[in-house]
Structure formats: C-alpha cells, structure tokens
C-alpha cells in the first residue's frame, strides 16, 4: 500500500489508495502516487524538530566530553554528526526551573519559576509547543512534564497533541505509571521506562512522517526512581566509600533493568549503585540510538533538527558523575549546570564541530524556529544559534549568561565566572579557561572583575520578579 496525494479544486487531502494499475480517477482528479521516503517527505514538509532531555545526566558521564569511564556510543553520534558544545548550560541546577526555561526560551525567573515548588508554568507565557502547533506542526510528549499538573497547566493544555508519561518528579522504571494525554488516571506499563519512551518515540515519528512535526522525549533516566533511607547520605562524597559494597536497594532505589547493573560491578570496583546507574544511561543511550536509526529508516534524518541536553548536572543521589567539574545538581558551580549539549541539523550544522562558546537550553527554541521558519511572540532571552554554528557570525551568541536558584547566583562572561553562594560570604571568580574546575578562587587577584561581575548579576536579578509574580512576554513578533 502507499499513499497517494489527490488534488482537486486546489484542495489537497491524502488517501489511502491502491495504486498499481490506477492510471487516473473520474471527474479530472489525478492520483500521484507518493512512496513514503526522504526524498518525498522531506520534499513538502519543514524540518523536524526532536529534542531529547535527560534527566541528571552528568557531564562526565558521556564519553565524547572530558572522561571515557562510561562509554555512550549513540550520544556521542550525535557529536560526529553535528554539534558538540563543550559549554552547554542548564539554565537552572534543578529539574523544573530548568525545564520552564526551555520550553519558553526565556529565563524562568522572568515568570517566577525559581524553584520545584513553583512548577507551573503561567498560562500567558507562550511555550515551544504552543509557538509550533500555531504553525502547522504535529507535536508530542513523551516522559517528563514537570511544569504544572493543575488542570489548564497540563502537556495536553499547553500545546502538546499527545503525551504519554508522568508529572515528575519520580517515576518507577521497572513498572513506570504513566498518563496517556487527559486520562485522569495513569497505566501500568509492564516494560522498562525508557525502553517505553524509545517505542513511543518510534511511534510517533512513524505516525507523523509525513507531516511537519516537534517531538519532545524527556527520558526520566538517570534520575533516581525515588528517595529512600540513607539516600542524603550520597550527597557528602565522604560518605560514598561505606556505600560501594552494599546493594543498591540500601543505598537507592533500582534504576536498571533487571540484572544488568551486574555487567559493570566490576569495572567499579562493587560499587553496586555505581553499576546500577552506569546500566540506567547505557539503556538511555541504547534509547537515543533507537531513535537516531528510526529517523534515518524514515527518511526524515536529512530534515531533522535535534538537540539533546540534561537538565542539570547530575546529582550524587542517583550516583551519577560530573567529575572534573565541581559540586552537583542544585549548585551554580559548574557540575550543577554544564550539562551534555548536542545538536544535529544536517547540511546545516557543520558536522563533527566542537564548539566553545556557552550557550544554554533557552537557545534551542529561537534556534528551532528561525529554521522553520515561525517567529516567536515576545522577546526572547535565548537566541538563535544557527549563524554562531555555521560561522556566519563569529562572535559569542551571548554577552553574560546568569543564574540564580535561592540565594545562589552566578554569571559567566567569557571566560570569567563569578559565584555569589549563600555559603560563602564572599564572591568567588574563576577563570574557566584555564580552570574548569573551579579550584581556584582569584577573586583577590582581579577585584575590578569581581565587581564588574556583581555589578551585572545584580543588575540581571533586578529585572526578574520574585518567584511567584510572573512578567510574561511581551505579545510581540522578535526577529
């Protein structure tokens, strides 16, 4: 069977019609038969849009970045095939702040989503799905939402034609309950999570191949499943050695398939939740190449925008690792919010590039729809990286990035990086250049930097309301 598009009187609709032997159809109508490939596909429809999130992988734990001691096959294809960003940023150390950001490419706190507690999103701030479903796309969701389930603030009611997955923050991997669009209540999946989220990713592109679509899998992997006794023990590293030779079920809770955290007891010295969260980012891994082969299967790879992030820095809870940066998720440090970052757009970003500059996860939006072609309403914080990536513009797509999460702030400038943490109580600077991992505080050295730092953050943190008390976007058209 394939499809054919039939026209008549201008008005063109898709039917499912048997075409071998049909050389034209009554009344004038003429059947062009049209085989469900790339070339077809890609020939009528604007690009694609897949982003994946993980959820608290950390900067070290993907092996094209600065360590190998996990090995990550199929992200790491996306680093040949397109972008690589070695200051890829969160915009928030913290699930639901950092997402907010994201789907509406602007700093969170410009509507009040400082924390988890404030995890809904106002309903006068446009987001992603929203801005592309306004424009002719098919979009989806699957896992993570995470930013509202109040009724009016749900995936469905924001922009999202399906979802099939969970709130948040928590979810079982072994017997994930999840939600399938309005239902009021969720299933019981009897498969593992992950693998859930790579079969309804492969799905979805199936249904929608021929059609325009954005495609949000926001993977629950490598976050723990859930808090049990003894887990804040993870958060002080001293503590960790007393950990490594028990099972992972007095420690955390499981995050693998069954049996396969065994596969790298050794290579970890029996470090059991160690092992089990190595096993719960190979399957993730296992699930992005299931999607990257789905999209080549179809066709569609060749007009295909895809962007992969964490949404922070991983976290010693679910054991997984940032190392070299320092300090974990809920932190302004780096491990908190230089995450895993990659983009692929082929014949439009520069394959195999490896590039320096910071950018952040509220670029992705402008960056997605200045290449399909739909303006945003509102001025937006992130900004469209593809002329930074294809060297039309040679300059840093942005002057400072900032921070602020509690009585945490940061900035990045350059090279230069200025912590301002509730602990300590004076600022630090870093020279991230020639110090990624923050060992050395040279605030002394430079205080003119300091100051012209502080000056900026303060200066940035003035213009975001306090959380709870939203400033929306502007309904304008940006550039």
């Known amino acids: 069977m394939k499809i054919c598009r039939f026209t008549t009187s201008g008005i063109a609709s898709l039917l499912l019609l048997t075409c071998e032997g049909m050389l034209a159809l009554a009344m004038g109508n003429v059947c062009k038969c049209v085989a469900q490939t790339t070339e077809n596909c890609a020939a009528v429809n604007r690009p694609n849009v897949v982003v994946m999130i993980a959820d608290d992988l950390g900067y070290g734990d ?10 990550t096959p199929n992200i790491d294809r996306l680093a040949k095939t397109g972008v690589k960003f070695t200051d890829g940023y969160a915009s928030c150390p913290l699930c639901a702040p950092s997402r907010a950001g994201f789907l509406a490419g602007v700093y969170q706190q410009r509507f009040g989503v400082d924390n988890n507690s404030t995890d809904t999103i106002p309903r006068e701030v446009p987001l992603f799905p929203e801005i592309f479903r306004k ?99 993870h958060l002080f590293k001293e503590n960790l050695p007393e950990f490594k030779s028990k099972g992972p079920e007095e420690c955390k809770a499981f995050m693998s398939r069954e049996g396969e955290d065994r596969k790298f007891l050794k290579q970890f010295d029996n470090d059991w939740g160690r092992a089990d969260t190595v096993a719960c980012i190979a399957a993730l891994d296992q699930a992005v190449g299931r999607i990257l082969d789905k999209l080549q299967k179809t066709g569609l790879d060749k007009n295909t925008i895809i962007f992969f992030f964490s949404d922070n820095g991983g976290h010693p809870e679910n054991r997984s690792e940032n190392l070299p940066l320092y300090e974990y998720k809920w932190s302004v440090y780096e491990g908190g919010i230089r995450v895993p970052f990659f983009a692929v757009y082929p014949d439009v970003f520069p394959a195999g590039l490896t590039y320096t500059q910071p ?121």
């Open 62 to 71: 993907v092996s094209c970045l600065l360590r190998t001691v996990v090995t």
């Open 135 to 233: 424009a002719g796309y098919a979009t989806g969701l699957l896992g993570k939402w995470h930013s509202g389930m109040r009724p009016g603030f749900r995936p469905c009611e924001r922009g999202f034609q399906e979802f099939y997955g969970y709130y948040g923050p928590f979810l079982n991997y072994r017997a994930p309950q999840l939600f399938r669009n309005d239902a009021p209540r969720p299933t019981v999946e009897k498969g593992y999570s992950t693998d859930v989220f790579a079969r309804e990713a492969e799905e979805f592109i199936e249904r929608h191949k021929c059609e325009p679509f954005f495609l949000n899998v926001a993977f629950n992997a490598p976050h723990i499943a859930h808090c049990v006794k003894g887990f804040d023990l």
């Open 359 to 479: 950018v952040m996860a509220i670029d992705i939006l402008p960056t997605c729809a200045a290449l399909a072609g739909i303006k945003t309403p509102g001025k937006l914080d992130g900004v469209n990286l593809a002329p930074y990536l294809t060297g039309k513009n040679p300059a840093p797509p942005h002057d400072a990035l900032f921070w602020r999460i509690g009585q945490s702030q940061a900035i990045r400038k350059g090279q230069w990086k200025l912590v301002m943490n509730h602990k300590n109580l004076l600022p630090e600077l870093f020279d991230l250049q020639n110090d990624v991992e923050e060992k050395h505080n040279i605030a002394n050295d430079d205080p003119s930097k300091v100051e012209e730092l502080k000056q900026a953050c303060e200066a940035w943190s003035a213009k975001m309301p306090s959380a709870g008390k939203p400033s929306a976007p502007k309904a304008k058209d940006s550039d």
